[in-house]
């Protein structure tokens, strides 16, 4: 179907905004509830927009997709705002593996997974970082080999967000050692709850939960299950970490409304003002430039993605230029968070019991400074990001590494 | 640049771009240091004829766009500008003239604004801060100093604001020769950028010379603002990015211990944290420049955003890049130099970063008491 037969975008819109009037729930802001209530409400809205024929407005029709262009996601997303969505839903699920199905699932894993997956009945992870080192994510040790009509999987992943509620997962693991560490990797498909997987929960600074880590004992996975082709798993990850930068950026085709993580500077300043107001701040210089300082960092972050992800559709950045929104929402972030601090005084570490209203806002600052770091080191650290920048944007030179062209069974790892 | 450009767009920026390098490359700019008027009047009307006076001026009075988005057209050829370091009065000119095709009367739609189109006449803008006007009856006089105006010296008409003693605002186009205006050249670091203080003393405004009402001044004058930051941020948008390639092209020919200093680590982490406010620059520049284009209720706040942004970060980005050339980056020789006066002067005129760091205080929590 040529783009000219397709529902015209004003048209899309229109139908769009009278279906949500009428079908979805107001937003409550509860883009950061993780608890399993939320979760099977989230569930239900993305039941819901599938059976109103609006999920998956960029996905394959073929799929159970709507089969539209990204100028239909972009016109829904602003259809979207006033209205609760499954927002957990959009990163990592929608918009990051369920996209990386769409570039390298074979026709019976798209045909089994992205309806399943667009109905609400499927929440899906990475398993790509080890607990022997994240930013060499090639160097996977997790191992597969072949037997028969299976491989057999043994060793370890971390840091993979909401996997103990999640059913299916991409896992990167190493199915050849007698070559060099990017051309000895497979993608597979794993189904979580599986025997031989054991999933458990990472307590994290904030006191969440989200984090897991996932131990492998001799778990069978079929051949069927390899996500493109054996050995060549790093092309796979490579896409996923793609799709990652985009729907952490904001800039997914895949993902309808706000993302969580979403660095594209959503929300708004009305917290600080209140802080500023509540502190008898707003009329002190000094606190009223941070207060402008916050808010303009918020529109460059916004109009950053904007910049990159266009330019990446329309292929006037390359695909590494993702990397930019990634590095920008972590380090932007850090600087927000200490303004906010600076302006929320003392009562962002020491707070009355029945905190309510500023002091309340001012708490949950103080508890935001705990994580702060925590967006410059997932998906890729600010180190990593800036030495992709650096020779995959810029073109300059690669850092020396002593695995390269070296069989993997060779290479030293872990600590000496 | 925009990275969204129509095909005359991109036509625009283009063909400014190859004009520059031929008519006024660093060598020309340079040559002009001691000129009183920091530009080549011939190079001027030269560019008039490409488009640079006109973007902002309607078709009835000579004018037009080429997108139908004047002031990003225009944006593009500032970012140029400021590839170039180039001289020439492109801010004040403009938005001169789109205040007269805008809202003047007929005799000074028919009598200024083809010479601003053809480049055979300059003006100067004055800027939003007001003179005090004595009002009796329908004679109105001017008092007061504006202390630094871009190209007054050179200018054959200014747009001054003025402040009546009822606080009522309002803007008048006065030739730069008027009976009771001084004009004093000042000196300052940029090569070919001309600035310079005006005082009026008892100048008369006749009412032909009024541009808008009183009603109508408070928004022209905002508009005018808006419009000289966009042109600005272009400007020094334009500037860093040539900076910063000449950065990373200089890093990746010099050798030093045996290899590029490109291959190091510390410093390629640099260079990507420079990539990295080049293109915040260019992003903000861009959603500003379209904003006060579409006049947008964002306009206002995302002219002040982009000049906070940009007059914090430029300035350091393009140190940084001259501590990365060494030794040569501090020479007269290098072109290094041209650029860092150019953004240090763009970071301190027209609002520095901390004034319109207030703007945007102020559109969000209401004017400080």
Not at chain 2, 84 to 109: D, F, K, M, Q
Not at chain 2, 268 to 291: N, P
Request: glycine letters at 10%; one cysteine or more.
């Amino acid at each position: 179907m040529s783009t000219d037969d397709l529902e015209p975008v004003e048209d899309f819109r229109e139908r769009a905004r009278v279906w949500l009037a009428a079908n979805m729930p107001p937003n409550i802001d509860a883009y950061f509830d993780r608890t399993d209530e939320r979760r099977t409400v989230e569930d239900q809205l993305q039941r819901r927009l599938w059976d109103g024929g609006f999920a998956g407005i960029c996905f394959p029709a073929d799929y159970g997709g709507l089969g539209l262009t990204p100028a239909h996601q972009v016109a829904f997303n602003g259809e979207v705002v006033p209205y609760d969505m499954p927002y957990s839903l959009n990163v990592p699920t929608l918009g990051i593996l369920a996209a990386t199905l769409v570039d390298f699932g074979s026709h019976e894993q798209k045909a089994r997974h992205l309806p399943a997956i667009l109905r609400g009945e499927e929440r899906w992870v990475q398993f790509l970082s080890e607990p022997s080192g994240g930013s060499d994510l090639a160097g996977v040790r997790t191992r597969a080999d072949r037997d028969g009509d299976v491989f057999i999987l043994n060793g370890s992943k971390i840091w993979s967000s909401g996997a103990y509620a999640a059913q299916f997962s991409m896992c990167l693991a190493r199915t050849n050692w007698d070559v060099p560490k990017h051309r000895g990797l497979t993608m597979f498909l794993l189904p979580i709850h599986h025997p031989g997987v054991t999933v458990e929960q990472i307590r994290q600074v904030d006191g969440s939960m989200e984090f897991c880590q996932e131990f492998f004992d001799d778990v069978e996975i079929p051949v069927e299950n390899v996500i493109g082709e054996v050995d060549d798993g790093w092309t796979v990850a490579t896409r996923l970490l793609v799709h990652e930068r985009m729907a952490v950026g904001g800039g997914s085709q895949y993902t309808s409304g706000r993302s969580v993580g979403h660095g594209g500077g959503g929300g708004d300043d009305n917290d600080l003002i209140d802080l500023l107001r509540a502190r008898g701040l707003a009329g002190d210089t000094d606190a009223r430039r941070l207060l402008a300082e916050s808010h303009a960092r918020r529109l460059v972050a916004r109009h950053l993605v904007e910049r990159v992800t266009g330019g990446l559709r329309s292929g006037a950045l390359p695909a590494p230029a993702g990397s930019l929104m990634k590095l920008f929402t972590a380090t932007n972030q850090a600087r927000r968070v200490e303004i906010a601090l600076t302006l929320a005084g003392p009562e962002a570490v020491v707070w009355p019991a029945d905190a309510e209203g500023a002091t309340e806002i001012a708490a949950g600052i103080g508890r935001a400074t705990l994580g702060r770091q925590g967006i410059a080191l997932g998906g890729g650290s600010n180190e990593i990001q800036r030495n992709i920048i650096s020779e995959r944007v810029l073109g300059l030179p690669r850092e020396a590494a002593a695995d390269r062209d070296v069989p993997y069974k060779d290479v030293r790892h872990g600590s000496r | 640049m925009d990275l969204e450009l129509s095909e005359d767009q991109a036509l625009l920026a283009a063909t400014t771009r190859r004009f520059l390098d031929a008519e006024s490359p660093t060598t020309a700019v340079r040559a002009l240091e001691h000129d009183p008027r920091g530009f080549d009047p011939t190079v001027w009307r030269k560019g008039a004829e490409l488009g640079w006076t006109s973007l902002l001026v309607a078709e009835a009075d000579g004018g037009g766009s080429v997108s139908g988005r004047g002031v990003c057209d225009l944006a593009l050829v500032a970012e140029e500008f400021g590839r170039s370091v180039a001289p020439g009065p492109l801010l004040p000119v403009n938005v001169v003239a789109e205040a007269i095709s805008r809202s003047a009367g007929e005799r000074l739609r028919a009598e200024v604004l083809p010479g601003l189109l053809d480049g055979t006449a300059i003006a100067a803008w004055a800027g939003p801060m007001p003179v005090t006007a004595d009002v009796d009856g329908d004679r109105t006089v001017l008092t007061g100093r504006i202390p630094i105006v871009e190209a007054a010296a050179q200018a054959d008409h200014v747009l001054v604001t003025f402040v009546d003693r009822d606080g009522t605002t309002g803007q008048a186009l006065l030739p730069t020769t008027t009976d009771g205006m001084t004009i004093t050249p000042l000196g300052g670091l940029d090569l070919v950028r001309r600035f310079a203080s005006i005082d009026l003393d008892g100048v008369a405004v006749a009412p032909d010379q009024r541009v808008g009402d009183d009603a109508s001044a408070d928004d022209a004058i905002e508009r005018q603002v808006q419009v000289a930051a966009v042109l600005q941020c272009a400007e020094v948008a334009g500037a860093i990015d040539q900076v910063f390639t000449m950065t990373v092209e200089y890093l990746g020919d010099r050798y030093s211990m045996g290899r590029p200093l490109a291959s190091y680590q510390a410093l390629k982490h640099r260079l990507a944290e420079h990539k990295l406010t080049v293109e915040t620059c260019h992003a903000i520049t861009t959603a500003a420049a379209r904003a006060v284009a579409d006049r947008t209720d964002e306009a206002a706040d995302l002219a002040s955003v982009a000049q906070t942004w940009l007059g914090t970060h430029a300035t350091e980005l393009v140190q940084d890049c001259i501590q990365l050339h060494g030794g040569i980056g501090v020479t007269w020789e290098h072109d290094l130099h041209l650029y860092l006066r150019r953004v240090t002067v763009d970071r301190a005129t027209h609002g520095t970063p901390e004034d319109h760091a207030d703007r945007i205080a102020d559109l969000l929590l209401g004017a400080a008491s």
